[in-house]
Structure formats: C-alpha cells, structure tokens
C-alpha cells in the first residue's frame, strides 16, 4: 500500500477533548504530517496547537503561509483563516470566503490535500455539528485516500459525523480511543489491505 503521510482531521463541538485524546496516542516517531481544522471564533483565547503540544509527543504549531511542511508535526489552522495544502509541500494560510458559515472551515483543508497529494492523503471527521467535512472527504476517497470517521455514538456531537457517512463509503468508523492506533498503523504501512481490515472489522 502506498505511504498514508498526510492526515487532514476536521472537527468542531467537543473536538478538543478528541484531539487531545487522539493526539496522547501518537508516538513521538510519527511518519505523517497532521493537519487539523477546528471551528472556532475569529478571537478565540486559547492556543489549540500549544495544548496538542502538551499532551501529546510531537511538535504542534499554527503555521505561517507557505510554510513547509515537515514529517512527524502537527498543524492547526490559525483562527479566521482556512489552512490548504501545497503540492509542492507548502501550507498556505489564506483569508478565503467562509465555507458553511466557517473560516477557518474543513472542506477546504481536505479538497486541497485530495488534489495535492492523492492517496497519500487520510481524512478524518471527528465530533462535530452540522455537515463541514462531508464533501471534502468524499473528495479524499475519490482521490484514492482514506476516510475515516469518529463513531457517531462515541462523539460529543453526531451530526459530522453522520454526514459524513452519509455522503461517503468510509474505510473506517471508530471509537476516537482507537483511531491513533490506526492512523499510526497506516502511516507506517503495516496496514497492507485497509478494506480486508475493514470487513474484518464489520464481522466481529
């Protein structure tokens, strides 16, 4: 299977309690680059990336435009701005129109990393309201990459979540307590048949 090393997360209501427990389970010698939208107010007092820096083993920061992007970090898109994905392997932090009444919002992360950089990419809906994220992770699966969703009974708020699976034919749909597990799995491409996995999954 071809290396899974860019991993676009999206959430909203409840996402910091998830990205924080996602985040404790990742090793410090990660192989992918993370990047997370997450819905919040233009002024919003805290610092997400300083927190996931905290909790968790690798480096965290709210990058600057056209920044590189470097293996084993993560990125969290700074208040009112969208973070996309360069092919050339760049960030770009931009002041776009607002999508689904979000800036920063979760469809422009996952599209321009689906066109950027393939089935290279994982993307992944976490808690949420409403349905940003849905779109751009079907554009995610139609590049070859994989999706995966939070198990909307296991979310603080479903709607994400569910319209995500409504729109999309996931690889994956777990409680967040597992899905460090398997992203690292993926990035170290230990997974070698992630649709066997799946059914494996679905049959027990």
């Not at 979000?102 to 950089?117: E, T, Y």
């Not at 994956?172 to 494996?200: H, K, M, Q, R």
Request: hydrophobic share 45%; aromatic share 6%; net charge neutral.
């Amino acid at each position: 299977m071809k290396k899974k090393d860019i991993i676009v997360i999206g959430t909203s209501s409840g996402g910091i309690e998830a990205l924080k427990t996602l985040v404790r389970g990742l090793p410090k010698d990660f192989n992918a680059s993370i990047f997370i939208v997450l819905h919040i107010a233009p002024h919003f007092p805290g610092n997400l990336a300083q927190t996931l820096k905290d909790v968790g083993r690798l480096p965290a920061v709210s990058p600057a435009d056209w920044e590189q992007i470097k293996a084993g970090h993560i990125y969290v898109a700074p208040p009112d701005c969208h973070l996309l994905l360069d092919r050339l392997g760049y960030m770009r932090v931009t002041k776009g129109p607002k999508e689904k009444l979000f800036r920063p919002a979760i469809n422009p992360l996952f599209r321009s990393a689906a066109q950027a950089f393939g089935s290279r990419v994982i993307g992944l809906i976490l808690t949420g309201a409403l349905d940003d994220g849905a779109s751009g992770l079907r554009m995610v699966k139609q590049q070859g990459g994989v999706a995966i969703v939070q198990d909307p009974l296991d979310a603080y708020a479903p709607s994400m979540p569910l319209s995500a699976l409504r729109v999309v034919n996931v690889d994956f749909c777990l409680p967040v307590t597992e899905i460090a597990s398997l992203l690292t799995d993926l990035a170290n491409n230990e997974l070698e048949n992630y649709s066997t996995a799946l059914g494996e999954e679905l049959d027990n």
